[in-house]
């Protein structure tokens, strides 16, 4: 019988992002927020994985 396999967990990344046209109104809004840094990377920027923190394991029948 076959089974179903879910792995989920959390891993550290490494990321590139250019960003292009800023003023200078928005630059300092960017350097002053861990948030809005944050907000600007998404699926496309990140690289490779760096290591894997933790992993759990759900089987599925």
């Given at each position: 019988?076959?089974?179903?396999?879910?792995?989920?967990?959390?891993?550290?990344?490494t990321f590139h992002k250019v960003i292009e046209g800023l003023d200078v109104e928005e630059l300092v809004e960017l350097q002053n927020s861990l948030d809005h840094q944050e907000n600007q990377i998404g699926d496309d920027d990140l690289r490779d994985i760096e290591w894997i923190d933790q992993i759990n394991m759900e089987v599925r029948p």
């Open positions: 019988m076959s089974r179903t396999v879910v792995l989920t967990g959390k891993a550290v990344v």
